[in-house]
């Protein structure tokens, strides 16, 4: 049996970016600072290390949404990790992993600003093959 579920929580890094697909789908993405405190052997302190992760958000809901990701926001995204595997005109062998987002939880705004719209549950065959990988 396999689970890919990741839940994570931080801020932003920038603001969010949209891209589109050829037949015009709107592809949200942005990144997200993690930290994580370890305890520094050498002076017995506790520091914080920043994780940054990728995170990419697909359809009409995150367009809608894209607005409201903005630098140190902070955000907690329900997803599932993907790798993606390219090779460079060089010949060198890439790969990144990365958030696919199923769920954002967004950051609050004053009243009056912004009312998202009821998002509606994610389905793989929702996308069809314009997902591009």
Known sequence: ?????????GNLTKDAEIKRTASG??????????NERRK????GEWDNYANFVDVTW???YAE???ATLTKGAKVCVNG?????RWQ???GQN?????????EVELPPRPQGQFNPPQQEPVQDTLYGSDIPF
Do not use: P, W, Y
């Not at 049996?1 to 929580?9: D, E, G, L």
């Not at 599932?80 to 993606?84: F, V």
């Open 64 to 66: 809608k949404c894209a």
């Open 94 to 102: 890439r790969s990144k992993l990365e958030v696919i987002a199923e």
């Open 1 to 9: 049996m396999s689970i890919n579920h990741v839940t994570i929580s």
């Open 80 to 84: 599932k990790l993907r790798q993606s």
């Open 88 to 90: 460079t005109q060089d």
């Open 25 to 34: 789908m709107a592809i949200v993405s942005f990144t997200v600072a993690v």
């Open 40 to 43: 520094n052997n050498q002076t």
């Open 58 to 60: 697909f359809g009409t």
